[in-house]
């Protein structure tokens, strides 16, 4: 099968053999080499050196702890939004009591940095700022080296949702300001789904320190006094902790520049591949996404008739729209373990499957 959905994503051999080893004590000494040793390798490739903690659940787990170890009911939100979990991050703010100023963009584009550095100009009681680093839901990668920049001057803490872009998408935690930065394990990482990251920045540990919203099990406080130790405060996902070791290695071996390198040159060959036979890309080719690729259907296509012959006649799995985009979009997923082979295997069912559904590109 040819998984080409933005995650979860295929997982290598090795990673799948690493997940069949015993249990260990997670309290033990083989534990505490393994989360030193994991950590020490996320903190590279996030390109920090702030704490960054790991957490079993899902990315919206960490989008949520984000929000409630930083925050007080009633603090003022910038979030900043071009599509669905954008719209996810600013709903979580909402649901714990914060006091959410939306700042909405087009699905199909990105974050304009200077109406952000306005809204902040004009409203400088807003605590924080929630951005999404790439919006999956409609293949756009935010330029957050210049949303970085207009945030800095301000006191609001940068709170990153960068769940299918870090380690795929170039993202320096430090040098741009991110103060928080969620990833989840079964995007770029190449492991299952499970397993939440986040960076956590001196100035948002200063947040943490008056942060009121409730928390327990997600309270990055407890979190830090446990690594210290090289523990966890609860039991880890220790099978999801033997994969994200091995590819950790698999990643290391090649370099993040080579992993960022390598997902650059597959999305800009699948996007053109795409434009050549005659379809289009969602976004403008400057904040295209390097992760996933979303293309709108043309005029008459019905994507879930397109997406079941994909599936059923040449068992390649992509993904649909979502939201408002449900219909009128079909995304392709490259991110993580992906080659040129598993691209062209889409492209080539793509030439043969589009024109039996009626499409018939403009001569150019
Ligand atoms: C996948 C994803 C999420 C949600 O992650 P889950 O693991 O499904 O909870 C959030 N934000 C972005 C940008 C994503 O790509």
């Given at each position: 099968?040819?998984l080409?959905?933005?995650?979860?994503?295929?997982?290598?051999?090795s990673?799948?053999?690493?997940?069949?080893?015993?249990?260990?004590?997670?309290?033990?000494?083989?534990?505490?080499e393994?989360?030193a040793s994991?950590?020490?390798?996320?903190?590279?490739f996030?390109?920090?050196?702030?704490?960054?903690l790991?957490?079993?659940?899902?990315g919206?787990?960490g989008?949520?702890?984000?929000?409630?170890?930083?925050?007080?009911?009633?603090?003022r939100?910038?979030?900043?939004?071009i599509?669905?979990?954008?719209?996810r991050?600013?709903?979580?703010a909402?649901?714990?009591?914060?006091?959410?100023?939306?700042?909405?963009?087009e699905?199909?584009?990105?974050a304009?940095a200077?109406?952000?550095?306005?809204k902040?100009?004009?409203?400088?009681?807003?605590?924080?700022?929630?951005?999404?680093?790439?919006?999956?839901?409609?293949?756009?990668?935010?330029?957050?080296r210049?949303i970085?920049?207009v945030?800095?001057?301000?006191?609001a803490?940068?709170?990153v949702?960068?769940?299918?872009?870090l380690a795929?998408?170039?993202?320096?935690v430090d040098?741009?300001g991110c103060?928080?930065?969620?990833?989840?394990?079964?995007?770029?990482?190449?492991?299952?789904?499970?397993?939440?990251?986040?960076?956590?920045?001196?100035?948002?540990?200063?947040?943490?320190?008056?942060?009121?919203?409730?928390?327990?099990?997600w309270d990055?406080?407890?979190?830090?006094?446990?690594?210290?130790?090289?523990q966890?405060?609860?039991?880890?996902?220790?099978?999801?902790?033997y994969?994200?070791?091995e590819?950790l290695?698999?990643?290391?071996?090649?370099g993040?520049?080579e992993?960022?390198?390598?997902?650059?040159r597959?999305?800009s060959?699948?996007?053109n591949?795409v434009?050549?036979?005659?379809?289009?890309i969602l976004?403008?080719?400057?904040?295209?996404?390097n992760?996933?690729?979303?293309?709108?259907?043309p005029?008459?296509i019905?994507?879930?008739?397109?997406r079941?012959?994909?599936?059923?006649?040449?068992?390649?799995?992509?993904?649909?729209?979502q939201?408002?985009?449900?219909?009128?979009?079909?995304?392709v997923?490259?991110?993580?373990y992906v080659t040129?082979?598993?691209l062209d295997?889409?492209l080539?069912?793509?030439k043969v499957?589009?024109?039996?559904?009626?499409?018939?590109?403009?001569?150019?």
């Amino acid at each position: 099968m040819n998984l080409r959905i933005p995650g979860p994503t295929p997982v290598p051999a090795s990673v799948l053999q690493s997940m069949s080893k015993q249990m260990i004590d997670h309290r033990g000494e083989k534990f505490a080499e393994l989360i030193a040793s994991v950590t020490e390798r996320l903190k590279y490739f996030y390109q920090t050196k702030n704490d960054v903690l790991i957490f079993p659940s899902s990315g919206t787990g960490g989008m949520e702890a984000a929000i409630v170890n930083t925050l007080s009911p009633g603090d003022r939100v910038l979030a900043v939004s071009i599509g669905s979990f954008g719209d996810r991050f600013a709903e979580i703010a909402r649901v714990f009591g914060a006091e959410v100023v939306k700042l909405d963009f087009e699905w199909g584009t990105s974050a304009d940095a200077g109406a952000i550095a306005a809204k902040l100009e004009g409203d400088p009681s807003i605590k924080a700022v929630l951005v999404t680093h790439n919006e999956t839901s409609t293949g756009v990668t935010n330029d957050l080296r210049a949303i970085g920049e207009v945030v800095r001057p301000h006191k609001a803490l940068l709170i990153v949702d960068a769940i299918s872009g870090l380690a795929a998408i170039d993202l320096q935690v430090d040098n741009w300001g991110c103060d928080v930065v969620v990833t989840g394990s079964q995007k770029s990482w190449m492991i299952p789904p499970g397993l939440s990251f986040v960076s956590v920045s001196p100035a948002a540990w200063e947040a943490h320190a008056h942060a009121k919203m409730p928390r327990f099990y997600w309270d990055y406080s407890g979190a830090k006094k446990f690594l210290d130790k090289k523990q966890t405060p609860y039991t880890p996902a220790l099978s999801l902790y033997y994969a994200l070791d091995e590819a950790l290695n698999l990643m290391m071996k090649e370099g993040l520049q080579e992993v960022l390198e390598r997902h650059r040159r597959l999305a800009s060959y699948f996007r053109n591949s795409v434009r050549e036979m005659g379809l289009r890309i969602l976004p403008e080719e400057r904040c295209a996404s390097n992760a996933v690729t979303a293309i709108p259907v043309p005029e008459g296509i019905n994507v879930k008739e397109l997406r079941k012959i994909l599936r059923e006649e040449f068992d390649i799995i992509v993904a649909a729209g979502q939201g408002k985009l449900e219909t009128k979009i079909f995304r392709v997923g490259h991110v993580g373990y992906v080659t040129k082979e598993d691209l062209d295997d889409v492209l080539r069912a793509l030439k043969v499957v589009l024109p039996r559904l009626g499409f018939a590109p403009a001569l150019r």
